[in-house]
């Protein structure tokens, strides 16, 4: 993790974590540091003593912790993810997956999410760690949703020959593209017709 190269990370000396275990609310602070500075920083770089400031945690925590800057910054985007996206209530799969696409749309748009994930995208222009670690956070968000149809195509909700990977990309497309360009809206409305124009 270093201040003079985005994406540079710290040489991995193969050594397992050891010692004292994270301390949660010291690790969940510097994650809520990363969004809000993300979300401040207009597309400038977010770097590691700013981060390590903000938290009120020295800049050696974050080294023990995260290899790099960027993983830093995944970690939290897809904890944030995680609070606003959970697993769907078992139900059918029009149910499931209105939940998810709905969870989905509002929570990229809350404060602070919206704003860091927008910087961390431009951020990832330019920045080829980065860019993996964005690819690394959408496979994660794109396998909930192919989890749920999945399920559905198990219990005979969808045909044995839909191809789950078109249907999330779907989803994912209309998601990034009215996010970044902002052409029209992500509401909750938008999100079921989405959800079940899928599922027919």
């Known amino acids: 993790m270093n ?6 990370q710290r040489p991995h000396t193969g050594r397992p974590h050891t010692g004292r275990r994270r301390n949660e609310e010291a690790r969940q602070a510097v994650l809520d540091a990363a969004l809000r500075l993300l979300a401040d920083a207009d597309g400038a770089p977010v770097g590691v003593d700013a981060i390590a400031r903000e938290a009120g945690v020295g800049k050696q ?7 790099s800057k960027g993983a830093v910054l995944l970690d939290a985007l897809t904890n944030r993810a995680e609070q606003h996206v959970p697993p769907p209530e078992p139900g059918s799969l029009r149910e499931e997956l209105r939940s998810v696409v709905v969870a989905t749309f509002e929570g990229a748009q809350s404060a602070p999410v919206a704003p860091a994930l927008r910087t961390l995208v431009r951020e990832a222009a330019r920045d080829p760690h980065l860019a993996d670690l964005m690819r690394e956070f959408t496979e994660t968000r794109r396998a909930v949703l192919r989890e749920v149809l999945a399920r559905g195509q198990r219990r005979g909700e969808l045909a044995a020959d839909r191809d789950l990977d078109l249907m999330v990309d779907q989803v994912y497309g209309v998601f990034w593209y009215r996010f970044l360009l902002g052409h029209a809206p992500l509401g909750e409305r938008e999100a079921i017709t989405l959800a079940d124009s899928l599922v027919g």
Request: glycine share 8%; charged share 30%.
């Open 61 to 67: 925590t974050l080294y023990r912790w995260w290899p």
């Open 3 to 8: 201040e003079r190269t985005q994406g540079e």
